[in-house]
């Protein structure tokens, strides 16, 4: 198993100084080592081996091991406990990313060959490679800070590898994390961070022995593939029968449908989770002028999208209108109320989430952002193109406020008849004679 060289990128997350926790006991590798901890270990050997080797080359510094560590530590306090603040905010992560990956592309643009050695190359790939390579090699990279093991405390004169270091350690503790819920697990972060110390070492030290030999990793790896494997596996089979568990449940919901395959109606007996109001359905919104904007917690568009939504409601919901935010099923609480917050919604917007998933495989066709304006009796149209629709809608909420239901005119799909034989192809023109 390989993991990536980390892409520079920043963190959204804000900050304060913590200490290097004390582990129950120090990790190292024996006898009775887990599993677990073992393939914990062979990350940080991963992560550590190809970042501390890499990023020097391309960086022309090394990274700063102590604070690397101290920030892995910091970001996995952060995620258990959102009362604990990062070291560096996320306008300070995001500046010394562009900074070094402006560093780092400087230095490959240096590697390149002139124009007389390219020609030399003859297009050759591979010798074009090893030049910039050994040109690679030659360039200076700044001396290493010593590794003193301490815990560190950045403060505002804190230098900008120090910054880098702490973006890259940040950037292993969410990698890091990320394979643990893939494996469903929370892997030993102490073993993990073991794993990068010794790799370091080894970088700085080839005749240093990782406590793991290089067939021991390549076993643990083997096996956690496996298991990824049947985990994978089992949540095909799973989401299989959930997805036909919810075409079952929704059967009935659906009843007459457009030309399309939508539902005509929206069905207000759809089961939804409130967040803004206690309801298990859309009951409470029936035979009411409304505007449902269908959002994902996670999608850019719709970030942009929903603050323009709330100011449609702002002047739409004193005039007769309601207006319903509904989020889709991959979203969980925390992040739908995250993303109310930064779209500014306020008491004319009520909100649901579609936790059982009926509204998208009812209505949506997987894409956000949706917005349907619903009259009285349940019809509706789709505004699946907003911002191009956005002044349409407003005109036909006014119309609709004033007693005239809006109307989709959908189109009816154009049908190829299969069974009609095919017209025949144009006869190729006779070949010339020979000669001729």
């Given at each position: 198993?390989?993991?990536k060289?980390i892409?520079?990128?920043?963190?959204?997350?804000?900050?304060v100084?913590?200490?290097?926790?004390?582990s129950?006991a120090?990790a190292?590798?024996?006898?009775?080592?887990?599993?677990?901890?073992?393939?914990?270990?062979?990350?940080g050997?991963?992560?550590g081996g190809?970042?501390?080797k890499?990023l020097p080359?391309?960086?022309g510094?090394h990274l700063?091991?102590d604070v690397?560590?101290q920030?892995f530590?910091?970001?996995?306090?952060?995620?258990?406990?959102?009362?604990?603040k990062?070291?560096?905010s996320d306008?300070?992560?995001?500046?010394?990313?562009?900074l070094?990956g402006?560093r780092s592309?400087q230095?490959?643009?240096s590697?390149?060959?002139?124009s007389?050695?390219?020609?030399?190359?003859?297009?050759?790939?591979a010798k074009?490679?090893a030049y910039m390579?050994s040109?690679?090699?030659?360039l200076?990279?700044?001396?290493?800070a010593?590794?003193t093991?301490?815990?560190?405390t950045?403060g505002p004169?804190?230098?900008?590898?120090q910054?880098?270091?702490?973006?890259?350690?940040?950037?292993?503790?969410?990698q890091f994390r990320?394979?643990g819920?893939?494996?469903q697990?929370?892997?030993d972060?102490?073993?993990f961070?073991?794993?990068?110390?010794?790799?370091?070492?080894?970088?700085?030290?080839?005749?240093l022995a990782?406590?793991l030999?290089?067939?021991s990793?390549k076993a643990?790896?083997?096996r956690?593939?496996?298991?990824?494997?049947?985990?994978?596996e089992e949540?095909?089979k799973?989401q299989?029968?959930?997805?036909?568990?919810?075409?079952a449940?929704?059967?009935?919901?659906r009843?007459?449908t457009l030309?399309?395959?939508?539902?005509a109606?929206i069905?207000?007996?759809v089961k939804v989770?409130?967040?803004?109001?206690?309801?298990e359905d859309l009951s409470?919104?029936?035979?009411?002028p409304l505007?449902?904007s269908y959002f994902?917690?996670?999608?850019g568009?719709?970030?942009?999208?929903a603050?323009?939504?709330v100011?449609?409601?702002k002047?739409f919901?004193?005039k007769?209108l309601?207006a319903?935010?509904?989020?889709?099923?991959g979203n969980?609480?925390?992040?739908i109320r995250?993303?109310?917050d930064d779209?500014?919604?306020?008491?004319n917007?009520?909100?649901?989430?579609?936790?059982?998933?009926q509204?998208?495989?009812?209505?949506s066709?997987?894409?956000v952002p949706?917005?349907?304006l619903?009259?009285p009796?349940?019809?509706?149209?789709?505004?699946?193109?907003f911002?191009?629709?956005k002044e349409?809608?407003?005109?036909e909420i006014?119309?609709l406020?004033?007693?005239?239901?809006?109307e989709?005119k959908v189109e009816?799909?154009?049908t190829?008849?299969?069974?009609?034989?095919?017209?025949?192809a144009p006869?190729?023109?006779a070949?010339?004679?020979a000669?001729?």
């Amino acid at each position: 198993m390989k993991s990536k060289i980390i892409a520079l990128g920043a963190c959204a997350l804000a900050m304060v100084a913590c200490d290097m926790p004390q582990s129950k006991a120090p990790a190292s590798i024996n006898a009775n080592t887990t599993d677990d901890q073992k393939f914990a270990y062979m990350l940080g050997v991963q992560f550590g081996g190809q970042n501390f080797k890499m990023l020097p080359l391309q960086m022309g510094e090394h990274l700063n091991q102590d604070v690397v560590i101290q920030a892995f530590y910091d970001a996995q306090k952060a995620a258990s406990d959102t009362s604990f603040k990062l070291q560096l905010s996320d306008d300070s992560l995001r500046a010394v990313g562009t900074l070094y990956g402006a560093r780092s592309r400087q230095r490959m643009e240096s590697t390149r060959p002139d124009s007389a050695t390219m020609a030399s190359f003859e297009g050759d790939r591979a010798k074009i490679r090893a030049y910039m390579d050994s040109v690679a090699k030659l360039l200076p990279i700044e001396s290493e800070a010593p590794v003193t093991g301490a815990a560190v405390t950045l403060g505002p004169d804190a230098t900008d590898n120090q910054k880098f270091s702490y973006l890259i350690g940040i950037q292993f503790a969410n990698q890091f994390r990320a394979i643990g819920e893939q494996f469903q697990t929370e892997f030993d972060g102490d073993y993990f961070v073991l794993g990068v110390k010794d790799a370091a070492a080894k970088i700085r030290d080839t005749t240093l022995a990782l406590q793991l030999p290089e067939d021991s990793l390549k076993a643990v790896g083997n096996r956690f593939n496996d298991k990824m494997k049947a985990l994978r596996e089992e949540a095909m089979k799973k989401q299989q029968e959930e997805e036909a568990k919810l075409k079952a449940e929704v059967a009935g919901l659906r009843g007459d449908t457009l030309p399309n395959g939508m539902p005509a109606k929206i069905n207000f007996k759809v089961k939804v989770t409130g967040i803004s109001l206690k309801t298990e359905d859309l009951s409470s919104f029936a035979g009411k002028p409304l505007l449902i904007s269908y959002f994902s917690a996670t999608c850019g568009h719709c970030a942009h999208a929903a603050p323009q939504i709330v100011e449609i409601a702002k002047e739409f919901v004193p005039k007769g209108l309601t207006a319903l935010s509904v989020f889709s099923g991959g979203n969980s609480k925390a992040g739908i109320r995250r993303f109310m917050d930064d779209a500014k919604y306020d008491d004319n917007m009520s909100v649901v989430f579609d936790e059982k998933r009926q509204f998208g495989e009812l209505y949506s066709d997987g894409y956000v952002p949706k917005i349907y304006l619903v009259n009285p009796d349940g019809t509706y149209k789709l505004y699946a193109a907003f911002e191009k629709e956005k002044e349409d809608l407003k005109k036909e909420i006014a119309e609709l406020l004033a007693g005239k239901n809006v109307e989709w005119k959908v189109e009816t799909p154009a049908t190829v008849d299969t069974l009609k034989p095919a017209a025949p192809a144009p006869a190729a023109p006779a070949a010339a004679p020979a000669g001729k």
